[in-house]
Structures are given as structure tokens and as C-alpha cells.
């Protein structure tokens, strides 16, 4: 047995007119009384709604004695055609005609569709699928439009590593080597930097109507470079001009000399805005500032100085910021040690020790190495903070925090409270515009204040729904940030001293007494000790 949706058929002879009502089958849908109904209506056949309703609910064929007299007209199979609301198809219901009654024919459906001003063609193998074996009160898509083909934006390739992060090695006798790092993508004259895909324009769509649909635009690419730089005769390739290192920022693409200098003091002032990367070979000095759009590297130490860069700062003999000394890297942090310096890293900052210094960073804070101690101060990480030993047994005010910022919990919060209170809204409103709706349908006329009623209800639904899909979207992206940082830990290879102020995910608590070789995570309200992995 196949699915079948439930039916009605006419009869009428000598006998009388009956109604025989056919149960669905399978995953069919049940024939509803409104559409039985509508069809006695527009015939103008008498019948009891109670014992119609009776027979539907019993989901069993059922013959129904509508009168003792037979029809005075002829009852041929029919059919209702409707216009889907995106236009985008045309849908038929047929019925069955009384015994003797006619077919509905191909030119008749041709008819409905020319009334309806349906410029695309009927479908001639549903029509020919419903011919061979007819499903009433069934939808049959008999018309269809043609969706646009969308089109693929242009993009860029980029043939050089974009991602620079390589954290320092740990030498055998456990110190860390500083002097050796990959922090400059290096470039040839003559090199490939990238490759332009050309966009792929869409093909437009037509809907039942004979509209035409346009596909949606696409975004051409283009290569955004700096000098140094050469774009090839076909214009889908990137190549370098020069000898010297390479970069992407944003989506432009930098190639410039690595400027080379030996100290940053008095001899050279302050470097305000280098657009490409620094290599340092001794000291940045006190009360100077350094600023580049790429990578610092700095051979020997950075005092009490004001250090920026677009990329990664890299310092082999260490920051001693004298309380004043600000570094701040769009990526990586990386230095031998970090003393009374104010440090930001937008993603990891790596170190043997630091020793009274607030630093931030996106990702992760690793002290390792012989020392391998934060003391004093404040150190904040988005997702993990590990050393040897925190805290320390002299008194210095240390605080160290990890996990989600959580004025972005308070805005999730806040967030899902207002949806509840919209979808409720909703579900208060819908029904009543459903009911109108219907009212609407059967004729039924509303006086001005009823329509000024509707108006503000479907305006109040409007509103919430939309305000819902923005609500959750924001909802979403949260969440996604808060999964990334879920896991979010201290990481202890020795130990953390009492005193210590811990933060996890909003949770803080006092060290009251040492905590040695674990992780400490959050769960649920708590923070707790968790084995090394």
C-alpha cells in the first residue's frame, strides 16, 4: 500500500446522491472538513457538518446519504489551481466526477493557467503521472519557475605562508632559545605571490508569471598590494619584484627589505611608523618608541620603551619596562623575561619568567623553561595560562585570569531572556492573525478599528520576528565564541602559592593553600583540580 492522501466521491443514481469519504494511507494526509466542505458548498449540496465530522474522525471509508434525489446536474472531475505565494510554481487539486461525468482535459487545465496570466508551460509528465494514476485532493506541482543560478565571487590565493606563529624551541638544558625564530616570510624577485579566481557571474531565473529573476551579484576580486610588486599580463597573478620578506595585513599584501638596525637611542629617535618589519640587532632603549605595520625583532633587550607591531615581537635577551615600558604585538609576544612591562598579544605571549607585569593575551601565556615563574602582577588569558610555579611565598599580589569576558556572558544572558520573552510575543500573536485570517477568507467584513487591530498586531509580529533572528544570530556567535574558550585552564608544572587571586570563566577565588602538578578548570560554579594530560 502506497501514501495516499484521503478523498471524497460523489454518487448519484436513481437511488439518490451518498458521499463515500475514503480514509488516507500510508503517510497521506487526512481529508479535512474545510476543503469537503468548501467543495458542498460551491455545489450547493445540503449535508450535515456533524456527521461529515463524525465520518472524518473515524478514519475508516464511510458512505454518507446526502438526499433521496439524485443530482439535477452533471458532476465532471475538476480541478482548483492556485499560484504558490513566491510565484514560483502553479499547484493543482483535483476531484472525481460523479459516475458518467467527464475528465478534466490538458486544454482545460491550459485554460485555468491562461486565466490565472501564467506565462510558463504545464508540465506535461505530472500532468500524464496524474492521468495514469489519479490522487484526489492532492497537491500536483504543474507548473514550475526557474530559480536564478547564482554566481561565485571572486577570491585571491595566497602562494606564501600567512600564518607566522612559531613558538620557540626548548634547548636540552631546558633554556629557551630566543635567538633562532622564524618571524620573516621570505621572498625572491620573480616569485608567485598569488593568484586571482575570476568571479563566475549567476544565470537569472523566470518566475510562473514570465518575470524574469535576477541572480544575485557577485563581488569581483583584485589584488591590494603595496610597492615591491608587480601585477602578470593576464592580471590573475601576484609577482614580487624584489629581494626581501613578504606579509599579509588584512587583505593587502606587503613585500619590503627587512630594515636592519643596530640600537634605537639617541643616534636614530623614535620609529614612529615602519611599514614592513624591524630587526633590532641590539637594545631598545628607554623613552624611545618603536611602531611597524610587520614583525619586531630585537636581538638584545627592550627597556622601559613603547613597542608596537602589526605582527610578532620577538626580544632574545628580555623587557625590563621600568614600570612604564609598553609592548603590544597584533600577534605573538615572545622574550626571554618579562619585568615590570605592561604586555597585549592578540594571540599567545611566550617567556622564561615574568615578574610584576600585567599582560594580556587572546590565546595563551606559556612561562617554561629553567625558570618558568609568574610573580606579581596581572596576567589574563583567553583560553590558557601555563607555567612551572605562580604566585610567590614573599607577598607579591599576583592575579591571573582565564576564560570567557564576562560582560559578553552577561550580553548571552541577557539575550536569551529577551528571546523567551519575544517567542512568547509570538505564540500570543500568531494565533489571533491566524484567526483573522481565516475570518478573512470566508467573507467576513471588519470594521475600521478591527483592521487598525490587525495592522498593529501584524506590525507587533513584524517586529518580534525580526528582532528574534537578529537576537539569535548574536545568540549563535556568542556561543561559538564561548565553545572556543570552554576549555579554558591553568596549567601548574609545579605549583601555585597560597594568596594567589584565580579567575576562571568568572569564577575567582583566594589560594588558600598550594596547588601542585595539575590543571585547574572550571566546572560548573567551581573551580577544580583537574590530573595533568
Known amino acids: 500500500m502506497g501514501d495516499r492522501n484521503g478523498y471524497f466521491q460523489l454518487t448519484s443514481d436513481g437511488k439518490g446522491t451518498t458521499l463515500t469519504i475514503y480514509p488516507a494511507e500510508g503517510e497521506g494526509k487526512p481529508l479535512s472538513m474545510s476543503e469537503l466542505g468548501d467543495y458542498l458548498d460551491q455545489k450547493r449540496i445540503n449535508y450535515s457538518q456533524n456527521i461529515i465530522r463524525s465520518a472524518l474522525s473515524s478514519n475508516q471509508q464511510k458512505v454518507i446519504n446526502l438526499s433521496d434525489k439524485p443530482l439535477t446536474f452533471k458532476v465532471n472531475e475538476e480541478s482548483r489551481v492556485r499560484v504558490a505565494e513566491d510565484k514560483m510554481s502553479v499547484i493543482a487539486r483535483f476531484y472525481p466526477p460523479v459516475e458518467g461525468g467527464s475528465l478534466i ?58 600564518d607566522l606563529s612559531v613558538k620557540p624551541t626548548i634547548k636540552e638544558d631546558g633554556s629557551v632559545d630566543f635567538f633562532h625564530l622564524n618571524t620573516v616570510c621570505e621572498c625572491k624577485k620573480g616569485q608567485e605571490l598569488a593568484k586571482l579566481n575570476k568571479e563566475v557571474l549567476g544565470k537569472p531565473g523566470m518566475n510562473v508569471f514570465g518575470e524574469k529573476l535576477a541572480a544575485r551579484d557577485v563581488k569581483k576580486a583584485r589584488f591590494d598590494f603595496g610597492r615591491g610588486m608587480h601585477i602578470s599580463d593576464d592580471g590573475l597573478t601576484l609577482i614580487c619584484d624584489v629581494d626581501g620578506h613578504v606579509q599579509l595585513t588584512g587583505e593587502s599584501v606587503f613585500v619590503s627589505d627587512v630594515l636592519e638596525m643596530n640600537d634605537i637611542d639617541t643616534s636614530t629617535g623614535n620609529i614612529e611608523k615602519y611599514e614592513g618589519s624591524l630587526l633590532i640587532k641590539g637594545n631598545i632603549r628607554a623613552g624611545f618608541t618603536v611602531r611597524a605595520s610587520g614583525d619586531i625583532e630585537v636581538r638584545g633587550v627592550v627597556e622601559g620603551a613603547i613597542v608596537e607591531a602589526g605582527g610578532q615581537i620577538s626580544v632574545a635577551r628580555g623587557i625590563n619596562g621600568m614600570g612604564k615600558g609598553k609592548i603590544k604585538a597584533g600577534t605573538n609576544v615572545i622574550a626571554k623575561y618579562i619585568e615590570n612591562a605592561s604586555i597585549e598579544a592578540g594571540n599567545y605571549v611566550h617567556a622564561e619568567c615574568i615578574m610584576g607585569s600585567d599582560v594580556i593575551a587572546k590565546d595563551s601565556i606559556t612561562v617554561e623553561g629553567r625558570k618558568g615563574f609568574i610573580t606579581g602582577g596581572a596576567v589574563h588569558a583567553g583560553k590558557k595560562i601555563e607555567a612551572k610555579s605562580i604566585g610567590s611565598d614573599m607577598g607579591a599580589s599576583t592575579e591571573v585570569e582565564v576564560g570567557v569576558d564576562p560582560v559578553k556572558k552577561a550580553r548571552y544572558a541577557d539575550l536569551k531572556h529577551e528571546n523567551q520573552d519575544l517567542e512568547a510575543t509570538v505564540k500570543r500573536v500568531q494565533p489571533v492573525l491566524l484567526g483573522f485570517k481565516q475570518k478573512l477568507v ?29 537576537n539569535t544570530e548574536e545568540i549563535k556567535a556568542l556561543e561559538e565564541e564561548f565553545e572556543e574558550t570552554s576549555d579554558a585552564m591553568v596549567v601548574l608544572h609545579e605549583s601555585m602559592h597560597p594568596g594567589t587571586k584565580l579567575t576562571i570563566g568568572g569564577v575567582t577565588v583566594i589560594i588558600k593553600k598550594p596547588y601542585k602538578y595539575c590543571r585547574l578548570v572550571k566546572k560548573g560554579a567551581d573551580i577544580k583540580m583537574m590530573p595533568m594530560r
Open 105 to 162: 482535459t490538458e486544454k482545460e487545465i491550459q485554460g485555468d493557467l491562461t486565466a490565472l496570466k501564467v506565462k510558463v508551460d504545464l508540465d506535461q509528465e505530472v500532468f500524464k503521472a496524474f492521468r495514469a494514476e489519479p490522487h484526489y485532493c492532492t497537491d500536483y506541482v504543474i507548473v514550475k519557475g526557474q530559480f536564478p543560478v547564482q554566481g561565485v565571487d571572486g577570491s585571491v590565493d595566497y602562494l606564501f605562508n600567512t
Open 442 to 470: 470566508q467573507g467576513e467584513k471588519f470594521t475600521p478599528e478591527k483592521v487598525a487591530q490587525i495592522k498593529s498586531l501584524s506590525s507587533t509580529m513584524a517586529v518580534a520576528q525580526k528582532k528574534l533572528e537578529e
